[in-house]
């Protein structure tokens, strides 16, 4: 069982930027392929970014590539999402998800469904 707390989140004007944290307080994800994803008023929840156990690989949506990164802390248990340049339609309630790595991960990386494991959220607002 991992249980993943979000921290981080608030409201920012446009081009200004956010890092939030995920961690599992008493747990590891050492193993664990970690995840970010979010979701706006009305819309179904969507991947973000996430990054692999194995090799520290990473994957991000178009729409945040260049603005955001995903890195992680072992040895503190955490994960973090970078977010700089926001726009307005970054505003969401953004979530952090943790599956134990697969060899398939490229593929079910984008999933919200292929994650057992996931944070209660936090809201990210940014205003133009």
């Known amino acids: 069982q991992v249980h993943l707390v979000e921290s981080g989140g608030g409201l920012v004007q446009a081009g200004g930027s956010l890092r939030l944290s995920c961690a599992a307080p008493?747990?590891?994800?050492?193993?664990?392929?970690m995840g970010w994803f979010r979701q706006a008023p009305g819309k179904e929840r969507e991947f973000v970014a996430v990054n692999s156990w194995r090799g520290g690989s990473t994957l991000y949506t178009d729409s945040v590539k260049g603005r955001f990164t995903i890195f992680r802390d072992n040895a503190k248990n955490t994960v973090y999402l970078q977010m700089n340049s926001l726009k307005p339609e970054d505003t969401a309630v953004y979530y952090c998800?943790?599956?134990?790595?697969?060899?398939?991960?490229?593929?079910?990386?984008?999933?919200?469904?292929?994650?057992?494991?996931w944070g209660q959220g936090t809201q990210v607002t940014v205003s133009s």
């Open positions: 998800a943790a599956e134990p790595y697969r060899s398939d991960w490229y593929g079910r990386a984008r999933i919200p469904n292929a994650y057992t494991y």
């Open positions: 008493g747990g590891t994800f050492s193993s664990y392929d």
